[in-house]
Each structure stands twice: as structure tokens, then as C-alpha cells.
């Protein structure tokens, strides 16, 4: 049974910083695809960021240069580091993983999913 812990949301002043964690348990596949996502207020979730087995990356063209994803195999962690944040980026983050080794380019492809971790900027 996978699952998938999100943490590290908080309230931020625009300009600041965050470093999102998302604790992945369960999860025994060798390849894989991970991935951070976010839902607005009142918008429809979005992609962010994701990162295969290989370390291979891919973000969203408005979010690059803001935004790093990454992980630490050994701790089974993805992390997303989040800089120069801005009002917009309000939202509920959420991670989740696809059990292939090729990333795919729709959100409902992925199969796991964490709860969310809420990040705030004023």
C-alpha cells in the first residue's frame, strides 16, 4: 500500500521561501515517476514539477527558475524548494507518483497521491 506524506506548507510573505517534503511509503516499483502538483483557490489542479527514477526533470514553463524538485532515494523523500514565492502561488500542493518510467503529460495519469500541504503567500 503506497502512501504519500506531504509536509513543510506554511504561511510565507511574497519573496520568501519554502521547501516542500513529501515522505513516500510502500512504494516498491523500480521505475517511477514523481511529481508535484498544486490546486489554486477555485482552479483546477496544475502540474509543477516532476523527476523520474533516472533523475531525469520536467516543470512547468511558468514555474521554472522559481521552483526545484528533487529527491533523496536513501530517504525515500521528494522535495520541492520553492523561492521568490508569490501570491499566485496560494494553493494546496500535493505529490504523487506514477509506477512507469516515463513521466506522463496528464495529471490523472498519476495513481498515488498525498493529502496536501497548504502554502499560503500574503
Known amino acids: 500500500h503506497v502512501q504519500l506524506v506531504e509536509s513543510g506548507g506554511a504561511s510565507v510573505q511574497a519573496g520568501g521561501s519554502l521547501r516542500l517534503s513529501c515522505a513516500a511509503r510502500?512504494?516498491?516499483?523500480?521505475?517511477?515517476?514523481m511529481g508535484w502538483f498544486r490546486r489554486p483557490p477555485g482552479k483546477e489542479r496544475e502540474g509543477i514539477a516532476v523527476?523520474?527514477?533516472?533523475?531525469?526533470?520536467a516543470y512547468a514553463e511558468s514555474l521554472k527558475g522559481r521552483f526545484t524538485i528533487s529527491k533523496d532515494t536513501e530517504k525515500n523523500t521528494l522535495y520541492l524548494q520553492m523561492s521568490s514565492l508569490k501570491h499566485e502561488d496560494t494553493a494546496m500542493y500535493y505529490c504523487a507518483v506514477y509506477p512507469g518510467d516515463i513521466c506522463p503529460n496528464s495529471v490523472v495519469a498519476f495513481d498515488y497521491w498525498g493529502q496536501g500541504t497548504q502554502v499560503t503567500v500574503s
Open positions: 510502500g512504494y516498491t516499483y523500480d521505475t517511477y515517476c
Open positions: 523527476i523520474d527514477s533516472d533523475g531525469d526533470t
